[in-house]
């Protein structure tokens, strides 16, 4: 059950995410908010997918859920990889689990967790894996909580088909590159310089 609660959201698109928030966080019927009414917790149901107020905390708890099965693989490959006579001799030590943990796994991930940290600070600005923060952004947007929903490739989008203003759209998505790009450089050589690896 652990397994397919997830990894599960991993494989689906952001179109079945919202399907899946609408009916727990709905403000009419979604179960989150009949919970909440039924116990007394609040006298009307919470917008949690139209006010501004409430699209960062759901947004990011959604990213997070859709993610980890992704983040999981990753890293549970990265872990099969460590030497198990490392484990054993911890044991013969009298290592406990945490000081395991510590001393043998996190070391033995180090290079993977320095990859994936580098890769997503270079997409902070919106392009996520896969293009999955625009994805997100444009699918949850919506009239109500645009302050809060727009990012950079939600506004080039809208503003080159919406507007007709190609030319505004590509200059600002060529900046929203070279800062990407910025961004990976700085982080490659500053984790470089604090653990000794880099993706390049």
Aim: glycine residues 10%.
């Amino acid at each position: 059950m652990v397994q397919t609660v997830s990894y599960l959201p991993n494989f689906i698109s952001w179109v079945l995410m919202y399907t899946i928030a609408n009916a727990f966080l709905n403000t009419n019927t979604g179960i989150i908010n009949q919970i909440i009414v039924n116990l007394g917790l609040s006298d009307t149901e919470i917008p949690f997918l139209t006010a501004p107020e409430y699209f960062y905390g759901v947004s990011v708890f959604l990213a997070m859920w859709k993610n980890s099965g992704y983040w999981a693989i990753i890293f549970l490959a990265a872990i099969s990889g460590i030497d198990p006579q490392l484990y054993e001799a911890a044991d013969i030590d009298g290592a406990g689990r945490l000081a395991k943990i510590w001393h043998i796994t996190l070391p033995g991930i180090k290079a993977s967790v320095v990859t994936v940290l580098i890769l997503s600070i270079g997409s902070l600005l919106g392009g996520g894996m896969g293009g999955s923060n625009f994805e997100q952004a444009y699918i949850f947007g919506n009239t109500f909580n645009n302050s809060a929903s727009e990012i950079l490739q939600t506004y080039s989008f809208k503003t080159g088909l919406s507007n007709g203003r190609f030319a505004y759209a590509t200059a600002v998505d060529l900046f929203q590159s070279v800062i990407s790009v910025l961004l990976i450089l700085i982080s490659n050589f500053g984790a470089k310089k604090i653990t000794g690896e880099g993706i390049f």
